[in-house]
């Protein structure tokens, strides 16, 4: 587990050609770990059918959507595995 | 479409509104549930073949509909149909 809760990430801008569960609206974006989820497989392995699928942390990623859109007062908290975060 | 502008908030249904608006709808859930169960495929097998449908179906599909959308990509796929 890279992360702990409460530490400021930022979501890699990569496009993949494949699935992935990382939204555009957060990509290049930084967020504040809320908690860590536990070890899960990698969407974008599993939706290919590459078997074993990279096991990672997931955590829980609480935006302010004024980040994010411009407008809000509202934050919007997202799934994230690891590989899709660097440290700021 | 979460996120994404121009096509106005999500609807979130009462509590108590019935799972499905019709009963092709419960079949299509119950389809996807045995193959995932039987390990023919998986959740994020599902969510692919939801966004490789082409746009224009998937922008004209109901929820059910990309779901039904994505089960015949994949049998297809998998030499199953």
Redesign the interface.
């Given at each position: 587990m890279r992360y702990a809760a409460g530490a400021t990430v930022r979501v890699r801008a990569a496009d993949p050609e494949?699935?992935t569960r990382v939204?555009?609206?957060v990509r290049g974006h930084t967020g504040e770990v809320v908690a860590a989820l536990g070890s899960w497989?990698l969407?974008?392995d599993?939706?290919?059918?590459i078997a074993p699928p990279r096991i990672e942390t997931c955590y829980a990623v609480r935006f302010y959507a004024a980040d994010?859109w411009g407008s809000g007062d509202h934050t919007v908290t997202v799934d994230l595995w690891e590989s899709y975060l660097d440290r700021p | 479409m979460g996120g994404q502008a121009g096509f106005g908030p999500v609807p979130v249904g009462e509590d108590g509104e019935p799972a499905f608006a019709a009963d092709w709808e419960a079949r299509v859930y119950a389809l996807a549930t045995m193959l995932r169960r039987r390990g023919v495929v998986n959740s994020d097998e599902l969510r692919d073949a939801i966004e490789r449908l082409p746009p224009q179906q998937y922008l004209a599909a109901s929820y059910y509909e990309r779901w039904l959308g994505a089960l015949e990509t994949l049998v297809t796929e998998k030499g199953l149909a």
């Open positions: 494949h699935h939204p555009r609206y497989p969407p974008d599993s939706a290919r059918g994010l | -």
